[in-house]
């Protein structure tokens, strides 16, 4: 009995959702991540999950490895502490290196799901580097602002963090061409439901392409239709809208209502940001939101890191550091100790000053 992707002329699976370090549509960010790594810095590559972070990272091992640098790959997920981390860098080690007691020549960390390091084993890779022991250092996580590094490491990624965007339509179709060769059971209508329903990420796309193909050979059909797809793949948060709108309906408006709507957008930006942070006229204090009121009850009692303040308040770090660079902004907040890693924060003697800690 033939398999679902024999029915379709194919020896195997091919929509395999396992990294792969042939890429679709990211050569400009395999351009930046390899400037990154020739000037010997530590860079972020961020994007949502199944974006192909994982699979960039391969792509990099083995570019980086035919140009004389030794990349050493570590899956975070399953080695965290200092100690598993080094004792894969051993043994990369030649001879020479074993005998000095140095890293290999060149070396570049490429640490894939970064988020799960321990705190202290982040703080030891930035030593690391900073002690020229490794040439550069690659991080990947679904997490912009990783909440187990200290300020100052994630300082160094703000110039160096590449983001993974999403595929255009046709990215998508010459993704699972690539996948499918000469025999494509997909007509082009199909393509942009799958692009549609996987929001453009690979892997989603991907995923769609085996469930409806599985479907769709038990059923004995061949050519794959738009229909096919909407009715076998699984809707994606609220991507259900599409199915009853036309598909692309943004290429069909005049440019004039485009235009207009993007004036409405700006000066509805404009309105809320003069809304959220008033001084109001003739009161002796700040209006807030309900997570900066929070910050300041807690920074009138005690000095805090953005760490701390994010346990406390159940919530990320990103977040945090969001809301006290807003009341930094607005003189309510400062560093409170610029020696100390990670810094504190306290309130300006200007707020407290003119009585409006309550």
């Not at 999950?49 to 980086?64: C, D, F, H, P, Y």
């Not at 050493?72 to 981390?85: H, Y």
């Not at 963090?161 to 499918?180: H, M, N, Q």
Request: glycine residues 6%; hydrophobic residues 35%.
């Amino acid at each position: 009995m033939k398999t679902w992707y024999e029915k379709y002329g194919w020896d195997e699976d091919p929509f395999s959702v396992r990294p792969n370090e042939k890429l679709i549509g990211l050569e400009k960010e395999q351009e930046k991540i390899m400037s990154h790594i020739h000037s010997g810095v530590i860079s972020l590559i961020t994007g949502p999950t199944g974006a192909g972070k994982t699979s960039l990272l391969l792509w990099v091992e083995k570019t980086i490895r035919k140009q004389g640098y030794t990349p050493i790959r570590i899956n975070c997920i399953e080695k965290k502490s200092r100690e598993e981390i080094y004792k894969d860098i051993r043994v990369h080690r030649g001879f020479t290196d074993w005998v000095l007691k140095r890293f290999p020549k060149k070396t570049v960390l490429l640490l894939d799901e970064a988020q799960c390091l321990l705190k202290d084993t982040g703080e030891l890779i930035k030593v690391w580097w900073d002690d020229k022991r490794t040439h550069a250092v690659v991080l990947t996580s679904i997490e912009e602002n990783l909440s187990n590094m200290t300020g100052s490491f994630m300082d160094r990624l703000k110039e160096q963090t590449v983001y993974l965007p999403a595929l255009s339509l046709s990215k998508i179709g010459d993704l699972v061409r690539l996948r499918v060769g000469e025999k494509n059971p997909f007509n082009n209508e199909a393509m942009e439901a799958i692009s549609i329903r996987s929001e453009n990420i690979p892997r989603r796309a991907l995923e769609i392409c085996r469930k409806v193909c599985v479907a769709c050979a038990e059923k004995d059909v061949r050519d794959i239709t738009r229909e096919h797809v909407f009715m076998y793949a699984p809707v994606v948060r609220k991507i259900i809208k599409t199915v009853e709108t036309p598909l692309f309906p943004v290429e069909r408006q005049k440019p004039e209502t485009i235009i207009q709507r993007q004036k409405d957008k700006r000066q509805k930006t404009k309105t809320k940001k003069t809304e959220v942070f008033p001084l109001e006229m003739g009161k002796d204090r700040w209006v807030f939101s309900h997570a900066q009121t929070r910050i300041v009850d807690i920074l009138g009692k005690e000095e805090v890191t953005a760490e701390q303040l994010a346990g406390l308040l159940k919530t990320s770090v990103g977040s945090i550091r969001k809301q006290l660079s807003r009341l930094k902004g607005k003189n309510v907040v400062m560093i409170a100790d610029f020696t100390k890693t990670p810094v504190t924060y306290k309130l300006t003697e200007t707020y407290t000053r003119r009585g409006i800690n309550e």
